[in-house]
């Protein structure tokens, strides 16, 4: 599975953003996904993820409420709509998936990283 993620850039804060993780494979739909970031000077850290079907998310606390993950997996493809960001949402944002089947925080229960887009919330 190759992970392609797409759809970071400048945006203000309280703006919206939304990012795309499009996968390769056949075997994307039966794999929980999930999404993380690494802002300058910092470790990656766990942003929010989505079981194989869909039907359970899960989010890190700083952006609950904001971010919403989606999957449609007849295009093969992840989603993270982003409003209401903030300057401290700057970080390069990183789609992970499978082979687990639903959702995880970790980062070692993922085996397919994409390459990483960046998003830069200005104040």
């Known amino acids: 599975v190759q992970l392609q993620a797409s759809g970071g850039g400048l945006v203000q804060a309280g703006g919206s953003l939304r990012l795309s993780c499009a996968a390769s494979?056949?075997?994307?739909?039966?794999?929980?996904m999930g999404w993380f970031r690494q802002a300058p000077g910092k470790e990656r850290e766990f942003v929010a993820a989505i079981s194989w079907s869909g039907g359970t998310t899960y989010y890190a606390d700083s952006v609950k409420g904001r971010f919403t993950i989606s999957r449609d997996n007849a295009k093969n493809t992840v989603y993270l709509q982003m409003n209401s960001l903030k300057p401290e949402d700057t970080a390069v944002y990183y789609c992970?998936?499978?082979?687990?089947?639903?959702?995880?925080?970790?980062?070692?229960?993922?085996?397919?990283w994409g390459q990483g887009t960046l998003v830069t919330v200005s104040s």
């Open positions: 494979g056949r075997t994307f739909s039966s794999y929980g």
């Open positions: 992970a998936g499978g082979p687990l089947k639903y959702y995880s925080d970790y980062e070692y229960e993922y085996n397919y």
